[in-house]
């Protein structure tokens, strides 16, 4: 089945600590993306990519970094420069990147930062 | 650039009553609309999509919603709502010179009651 995958669904860490949130699709996608969700605020952008080795800052990038150097692949860091980590992840990917398409999500990853 | 209000945090409505959901967008470009539905505690899911042609879309699970230009405004209607339609719906608009990014609504916490 295709689909994206992002591991772990649950995910606990200590203040100061980095962590890298998985995000794996087999949709042959060209884009993908990585939403922040907070109750009551919808998903913000954190970071997008539309090809291999090329991303972009979306509108929360700060204390976050990502590297996409497969096309299936898309890994978030989660800085120890993130003032509140503790949030929802979701992570996306697109069709084509010079069409509006609609995007598919993964299941999510909750972080908690204590 | 372009945003996405969604007006009603909440709507209770009772079994078998109809529903509309409300979102209004800004653009300055063409823009494409789309609805999400998500379950708690997982990803999003394209409930329908907006791009061209016919204003008036539809799911397959009973939702419609209709696009209108002059209204700027892509509400989400079901004529009789279910208990398994509880759930929270988003709003999402993109435009052409956008890089195929979407913006989000706040949601809407659809909560349907016996």
């Known amino acids: 089945d295709g689909g994206i995958t992002q591991s772990p669904k649950y995910l606990f860490r200590k203040e100061g600590q980095n962590v890298t949130l998985s995000c794996e699709q087999n949709?042959?996608?060209?884009?993908m993306y990585w939403y922040r969700q907070d109750p009551g605020q919808g998903l913000r952008l954190i970071y997008y990519?539309?090809?291999?080795?090329?991303?972009q800052k979306g509108d929360i990038a700060e204390g976050y970094s990502v590297s996409r150097e497969k096309k299936e692949s898309f890994p978030l860091t989660v800085t120890s420069a993130q003032k509140n980590p503790t949030a929802f992840y979701l992570c996306?990917?697109?069709?084509?990147?010079?069409?509006?398409?609609?995007?598919?999500f993964g299941p999510g990853t909750r972080l908690t930062v204590t | 650039a372009q945003s996405v209000t969604q007006l009603d945090s909440q709507v209770p409505v009772f079994e078998e009553a109809p529903v509309e959901l409300r979102c209004n967008y800004s653009?300055?470009?063409?823009?494409?609309l789309f609805w999400y539905v998500q379950y708690p505690n997982q990803g999003l899911q394209l409930l329908l999509k907006?791009?061209?042609?016919?204003?008036l879309v539809e799911s397959i699970n009973g939702f419609e919603a209709e696009f209108n230009k002059s209204q700027t405004s892509f509400h989400l209607r079901k004529p009789s709502v279910h208990i398994s339609d509880t759930a929270e719906y988003f709003c999402a608009v993109g435009g052409t010179g956008g890089g195929n990014k979407l913006t989000f609504g706040t949601g809407t916490q659809l909560k349907v009651e016996l």
């Open positions: 990519s539309q090809i291999v080795n090329d991303f």
């Open positions: 907006y791009l061209s042609g016919s204003t």
């Open positions: 949709l042959n996608h060209d884009a």
């Open positions: 653009s300055s470009v063409s823009v494409y």
């Open positions: 996306a990917s697109s069709l084509r990147r010079s069409t509006i398409y609609e995007q598919y």
